[in-house]
């Protein structure tokens, strides 16, 4: 098997400078959504962008996630936001044009040319962070850089991070300097200092955090899981997609699921669909 | 910068480094990495710095000299200090004049008529000679600066200051125990400060607080160790170099005045080099003559006739001789009656005296104070001209849209419209720093070469083409004149290139200096620099930055580019990258890097010593009898064969010793930092019954809000998604995006009260107008108990304009034209205002 090869997002050093977003935005040659009605900015008492949420032309950003408790005061945690690229994807799993792959060394790959804009991944992943895009009715969401990557480069947002915050190597490797790193800060001011994405979902994901304090902090879920009708749709739809699609088109489950994914499909899906 | 990683402890200071120096934080975190650095930072607000460092403490604005007194006597009470260090490198134990003198926040020599000091009795004890200091090598005597210093800041103690500056005691004490380990002798601590600290009516003091700080720890002239402005833009240190300033030429050399004083060269030099007023020379060769055998108290600046003939040849060539005062005549001279600064010219446009402006690479109508009477004034000139990529707000201050204001409204605001305002603007578009060649000076001193990047977009053009086309186009129209008058014009030396194009290689060889005689650069620096015509040479503190290669071509040291470290303990001072005024020493006063005897690091840091003295070395092979030098890896700071009993530290002061106690005309508010508050404050002054500084200096004293009105600290600054008056930034749509709307930020408590939630649209007012703003109301900004009250603090960004993708009303339409005493810097960090719903 490849070596896994993966990011690693320390959040003690980030400084929430938002390079790596305008990098990712230049990489992918993805245009501002500069919109004179949109509120943006400060919105929500913190430096938020985009409702701190992804969107079709933005697949990451840093979340700023304000905290208050007596012992610790005000603390401002910064949390770089994208596709988790997790081990076993869900988006994956569900989706009927098989538009994912997963590459051999860790990144989830979307295929734009296969997908059909039908939006199961939207409602499956448990990150809620693949968009659609209505103008070219496809989902999108970040490629770990994989053509950069390819070409024997980092992805660009590790590559134009200046305090050294996010990193990208082998897996293997990074998850020893995150064990350091972790250990390093609990002595050093930081008692719930924590690894995220080694183990998550199970098989963990393919994007690694170094978080100072616990996730929710970061407003990430302390427990991701993938839903239940995912696994369903992985072992039993997906091996008979063929004659089962129409099928369960019929049952009524699942076309309340069809008719949700069609009302947001004409209204654009702006907000992650996950509860 | 990258000294920054040898620190022990950083304290960040009106700055909020982690958004508007990322790249600086960056060897902060990699102190962190190497050496377990401990970060501090000390704001009004808690910012993205707050976040990365180890301990933050708010402070309210305006309180700097308060909050750094406590800690000066926290450290002097508990002795704290490096004594060694004190004792040796600095005037702790000169005595101090009797006349001087302080009471109720008022030094001796007060003239509150004029608000100003006569600084006559600032000064130090003489021995019968009148020239040698008289001291006390044990600092017992009350006169001695150590003990005045001790006794002036004995009313700084820790509860009257947190009662001023409403920062949490322990959280203060925290600050100043931690902060007070660097003056261990293997420890170094290291103060990083921009412009929340300087742009006050007390700016300079604030910064003299840290010199007493710094002198007090023993950490100045060590590696990790300092007061490290930070620059706000890449090339401020370039510009301050070469005198873009209204009190200097370039060098740092006070720029002459139309006085009788100053009437010809020998009455300037004697009124800027220190010490030789006092010299009974009647012309240049006896003033030579004097300056060879040695003025008493006049430090390295004795040179001082040397750099300015220089520069004149530089400037005048053949037409600069001794016949003609080296054409001293032909220097602007400034009216000893006036105030050149920002705040003074735009008060002086707005009254109709100033003709025509060139506005390069500034957008006052965003960045300026007072920015609604800025703005007012530009439609008194007569034309104008825009220097910028674009056409930004003061470009196109005379548009429709350059007049709206909030709701309206022209609350304390006088408007304009197009038809009415008669200023012709023209504009001429400028190269992008990365479509021009030249060099830049960071922070550090560090002088980089830059090349070209990317080509000019149209007809747009670099700086220097616009300057050097403009010089010869006015030489061009004087062309033939023979008044005396016009001799500045036609007898100046311009010649920077061939054909259309100028070099900056050129520019560059005229700074560093050159011998009349063959052109060749003066290579060894400005040791080499005479007044006797021989020399020519620009600037004198860039002396040294040309050389010749064996091919006989310039070899220009900012170009190199080598990334070794030459320190042989890794401390990073890479000296063949780039060039390093003065003389390519890395870190100023590097003689305190090691004990006064100069051979014995201080106690366990022996990898931070830079210099030491080799009683064996022969320096030079010329002088084979002069044994014994300053070596080491970085260029010494002190005289190179002088033994280490003779070797001062702080070459450019008359005392040749770091200055608690400054002297005379070092500062014109007094020679010890007094807190006052800021011209605008919501509550009076604990410390003294003085309410402002009482040197500041106050152009529209009607101007003044009151709290009846006005109940709330106003402040100003930066977010990192954009760049100074956001011209650049907010026309980047991805930028844009980032930051779209002109906000303030209040905290819950202020929201509360004011009814005030987030997203709201509010506007915020002074007695200089008022602006619409998106409010934020954040856990991140907290009111401060001050003397037992709640004081509220609304936080502006000061960036936006009507231009670009991001656009907002500047929030300099609310800040005050209120100077500090010594450099006129304006105080947009603490005034008053108000704040409600739109």
Known sequence: MTRLMTNLYDSSKCTACRGCFTACKDSNQLPAVFDKSYFGGPGNGTYDSKDGDTDANTYMMIRFNETEDPVDGVRWNFLKWQCMHCMEPACLAVCPKSAYTKLDWGATFHDEDKCIGCQYCTYACPFGIPKYRKHTDTVTKCTLCYERVAEGLTPACARSCAPGAVKFGYRDELLEEARIRVKFLRANGFPRATIYGETELGAGTNKLYILTDTPDKFGLPVNPQVEGNTVFWQDWVQPYAGWLIPLALGGSAVSFVTSRVVANKNEEHGKGGHA | MVDLKNTDVALIMGSNMAENHPIGMKWLGEGRRVRGTKIIHVDPRYTRTSVVADLYCPMRSGTDIAFLGGMINYIIQNKLYHEEYVKAYTNASYLVADGFDFQDGLFSGYDAAKRTYDNKTWDYQYAEDGTTILKDPTLQNPRCAFQLMAKHYLRYDIDSVVKITGSPKNKYLEVIKLFATTSAPNKTGNIMYAMGITQHTVGSQNVKSFANVQLLLGNMGRPGGGINALRGENNVQGATDMALLFHIIPGYIDSPMNTAAQKNLLSFVKAVT????????????????????????????????????????????????????????????????????????????????????????????????????????????????????????????????????????????????????????????????????????????????????????????SDLWIVDQLSKKIQELYKGSTRPEDEPLTKMTWGYGHGEEPEPINVGLEYSGYFVADGKPIAGGFANLKDDGSTACGNWVYCGQMATKPD????????????????????????????????????????????????????????????????????????????????????????????????????????????????????????????????????????????????????????????????????????????????????????????????????????????????????????????????CVTKRIKPFVVDGEQQHMVGAVWQYGFKGYATGDPANRLTPHVGDANTMIPEYKAWLCNIRRA
């Not at chain 2, 530089?314 to 105030?339: I, M, Q, V």
């Not at chain 2, 002069?626 to 702080?650: H, I």
């Not at chain 2, 008359?654 to 919501?682: D, L, Q, R, V």
């Not at chain 2, 529209?700 to 998604?721: C, F, H, M, N, S």
């Open chain 2, 274 to 461: 220190p010490g030789a007023a006092k010299v009974p020379a009647t012309n240049m060769a006896e003033f030579r003559a004097a300056v060879a055998a040695g003025i008493p108290n006049s430090g390295f600046k004795i040179n001082t006739s040397k750099w300015v003939v220089s520069m004149l040849k530089a400037w005048y060539g053949d037409a600069c001789t001794e016949a003609n005062d080296w054409a001293y005549h032909y220097l602007p001279k400034r009216d000893a009656a006036k105030n050149y600064s920002h705040i003074a010219m735009f008060e002086a446009m707005y009254k109709g005296e100033i003709d025509g402006l060139f506005v390069m690479g500034s957008n006052p109508v965003v960045g300026g104070p007072n920015a609604n009477k800025e703005q007012a004034a530009l439609t008194k000139l007569k034309w104008m001209v825009s220097v910028d990529l674009w056409l930004n707000e003061t470009s196109d201050f005379w548009t429709f849209r350059a007049w709206e204001r909030p709701h309206g409204g022209t609350h304390h605001t006088e408007t304009f419209e197009p038809k009415d305002i008669q200023t012709e603007v023209f504009f001429l578009p400028a190269c992008a720093v990365y479509e021009k060649e030249g060099t830049a000076a960071q922070t550090g001193r560090w002088v980089q070469y830059r090349w070209k990047g990317a080509d000019e977009v149209g007809q747009s053009k």
């Open chain 2, 552 to 775: 006989g071509s310039l070899l220009y040291k900012p170009q190199k580019r080598d990334n070794k470290d030459n320190s042989k303990t890794g401390l990073g001072l890479y000296s063949n990258w780039g060039w390093c005024w003065p003389v390519n020493r890395r870190i100023v006063y590097n003689r305190c890097s090691i004990k006064p005897d100069g051979v014995t690091p201080w106690e366990g840091d022996a990898d931070r010593v830079l210099i030491h003295w080799d009683p064996t070395n022969v320096s030079d092979p010329t002088k084979p009898d002069v044994v014994g030098a300053w070596v080491g890896d970085d260029v010494c700071d002190c005289a190179k064969t002088a033994p280490p009993d003779k070797a001062v530290p702080f070459l450019m002061r008359p005392e040749g010793t770091g200055c608690f106690f400054a002297a005379k005309g070092s500062f014109k508010e007094g020679p010890f930092p007094e807190h006052y508050e800021p011209w605008e404050s919501p509550v009076k002054n604990l410390m003294n019954s003085q309410a402002v500084n009482p040197a500041s200096k106050i152009w529209e004293p009607d101007k003044k809000g009151t709290t009846a009105d006005y109940p709330y600290i106003g402040t100003t600054y930066r977010v990192v998604e954009h760049w100074q008056t956001g011209a650049l930034t907010r026309t980047m749509p991805w930028l844009a995006e980032l930051m779209p709307n002109m906000f303030v930020e209040i905290s819950e408590e202020l929201g509360a009260i004011k009814e005030i939630k987030n997203g709201d649209k509010v506007i915020v007012s002074t007695t200089r107008g008022d602006i619409e703003a998106v409010a």
